[in-house]
């Protein structure tokens, strides 16, 4: 009976053993492919910007700030909240300046006003930024900082 027993006790070592590799190459495989995905938009959307086509702009960034609003990558990786809501007030604070730049003045206070809320913190940065000229007397946006 002991021998029984112990040979149940290792299988079940094993068994935890193999599920917590498992699990760990999960987690590194999600991790991948989350960082992928990100690039991709990044990289297109910072081409856009490079190029001056702000519009075309607009959509890998809403996906980005789309994909940081639904992951939960940060559950199972080394991804932490705060990294997440700090790109995401970053992203959105780029799409501030794209919808500004491209005179869609309520589209670019919403996300200013998001990126805010976000946590995006460089105030200097928001008020001399030229991408967001055409914002400065509006209420809206003196109101954010």
């Known amino acids: 009976m002991r021998s029984i027993d112990f040979t149940k006790k290792v299988l079940v070592v094993l068994a935890m053993m193999f599920a ?7 987690q590194q495989k999600r991790m991948i492919e989350f960082q992928t995905v990100m690039v991709i938009h990044d990289t297109t ?3 856009f910007i490079k190029d001056g086509k702000y519009k075309e702009a607009i959509a890998p960034l809403t996906t980005l700030i789309n994909i940081l609003d639904t992951t939960t990558v940060c559950q199972d990786t080394e991804i932490s909240p705060e990294m997440i809501k700090a790109a995401k007030a970053d992203y959105l604070y780029d799409l ?6 491209t005179k869609q003045k309520k589209q670019a206070l919403e996300a200013l006003g998001r990126s ?3 946590g ?5 940065n928001m ?6 000229v055409s914002l400065r007397k509006d209420k809206k946006y003196q109101a954010l900082y």
């Open 20 to 26: 917590l590799v498992m699990n760990a190459e999960g």
């Open 45 to 47: 959307y910072k081409n």
């Open 120 to 124: 995006y913190k460089r105030y200097d």
């Open 96 to 101: 501030a300046c794209c919808y500004a730049l």
């Open 116 to 118: 805010v809320d976000s």
């Open 127 to 132: 008020v001399n930024d030229k991408d967001l």
